[in-house]
């Protein structure tokens, strides 16, 4: 089934990465429904939506608010994680853990203390069961550093940092509702390289090397467009719209200065001009800053 991309924000995990992550949050479901149905004594399916890629800021900008949003430290990866739970689920799930029947249509408002401390006590015996589902990709020890009403008062990380979403969807008996769960790329991209690794068997390892080898040897042979140029000139839009034939404009190249050597836009090295035969050349020629010191 095709799914959007946005190639404003492309997708840095890797998808053999995303793969791993799907098959680990199965798990994770499974466990996660186990828990919910021994402790509330009924019937709990939980199911992985999808992974998705965000920067914080945009993931707490979708959560709504009130909300349930758990931030742990998700020891020994760096940064901080959330576990975010919709307000009206975890209403139900408490009013059955009292003994009530835990029916839908709860109020959107905010927790009172003592369904602080029963929530509280449901997420961490949920980051219990994260933690054993991830027992494969890294030892994760996750501490509950707090539980936020208020997305926009919980500053777990910064703005522009990426974070990897997993997205649930639960249904308690009649009641169904939505969670979503926060990690930080760059850790978890390193502890899922590591993971694989470990797993990884000696013949793996050398078909691997080996895969790369060739494609070191085919990278150093494809050819690249390569330019000379000068340095560019700088024009307010009514000195362009002005030019006429015959205008010259003066280049802020000196004349004992080298030119840039440049492909894909990124200087490479610098040059003189010059001739070989009929046509135009440049010969390579030290940088300013190797010949300076």
């Not at 479901?29 to 890629?53: H, K, M, Y």
């Not at 965000?54 to 979708?62: K, L, T, V």
């Not at 030892?139 to 509950?144: F, G, H, I, N, S």
Request: net charge negative; aromatic share 4%.
């Amino acid at each position: 089934m095709p799914v959007p991309y946005d190639f404003r924000r492309p997708t840095k995990l890797s998808r053999q990465h995303a793969r791993v992550l799907e098959i680990t949050y199965e798990g994770f479901c499974r466990q996660w429904a186990t828990l919910l149905s021994s402790t509330l004594r009924t019937t709990v399916q939980v199911e992985l939506d999808g992974i998705q890629q965000y920067s914080y800021d945009e993931y707490a900008a979708s959560l709504p608010m009130p909300t349930v949003m758990a931030v742990f430290d998700p020891e020994p990866l760096v940064g901080a994680g959330v576990l975010h739970l919709d307000t009206a689920l975890v209403l139900s799930c408490i009013e059955r853990m009292l003994g009530g029947t835990g029916a839908p249509g709860q109020p959107e408002r905010t927790l009172t203390d003592i369904e602080a401390v029963l929530a509280r006590g449901l997420v961490e015996r949920t980051l219990g069961e994260l933690s054993s589902s991830l027992v494969t990709v890294t030892d994760l020890q996750p501490k509950l550093t707090g539980i936020d009403q208020n997305p926009q008062f919980a500053q777990a990380a910064a703005a522009t940092d990426v974070m990897i979403v997993a997205s649930f969807h639960l249904q308690v008996e009649q009641t169904t509702g939505t969670a979503t769960l926060a990690m930080p790329l760059d850790p978890l991209s390193a502890a899922l390289t590591a993971a694989e690794l470990r797993v990884a068997s000696p013949e793996e390892l050398r078909i691997r090397r080996l895969m790369r080898d060739r494609l070191d040897d085919h990278l150093e042979h494809i050819p690249v467009e390569v330019s000379v140029r000068l340095k560019a000139a700088q024009l307010r839009p009514d000195e362009i719209l002005s030019l006429i034939p015959g205008d010259v404009l003066r280049l802020p190249h000196r004349a004992d200065e080298p030119l840039e050597v440049v492909s894909s836009d990124a200087r490479v090295a610098s040059a003189v001009a010059g001739s070989r035969g009929s046509r135009l050349a440049c010969l390579i020629v030290p940088t300013p800053e190797e010949s300076s010191r």
